[in-house]
């Protein structure tokens, strides 16, 4: 049985172009924009569930990708249970406790 996790992904930004390479970014792994973001918040917020390994692989390769522009908008992941890394800061065994992985990365 694979474990499987969800996150909020909370972009800093809600400029189309910068949001869809962030859904781009996370390939191989289910992505839902949240529509009902508060219009008072200058954020994008996605929801972000796969198993948590290959959950952890995107948010890393998205991670990658990030630090290739400096002019990305700062990401925020959000567990569950109310953990918050900002993605820049972020390293898989971070990500790893964060998510409460049990399989070997």
Known sequence: ???V???EVVIGTRDEA???AIEAGLDGVEVTRWRDARFVDPVTV???GAGV???IK???GLKQQLDEHPDAPSVVIRTADGKSITLKDATPELLA???G???AL
């Open 1 to 3: 049985m694979t474990d």
């Open 46 to 48: 996605l929801a972000v």
């Open 58 to 60: 995107a948010l890393v």
């Open 53 to 55: 390994v290959k959950l």
């Open 101 to 103: 992985a049990t399989a």
């Open 18 to 20: 910068a949001v869809a």
């Open 5 to 7: 996790s969800e996150v």
């Open 97 to 99: 406790v964060a998510l």
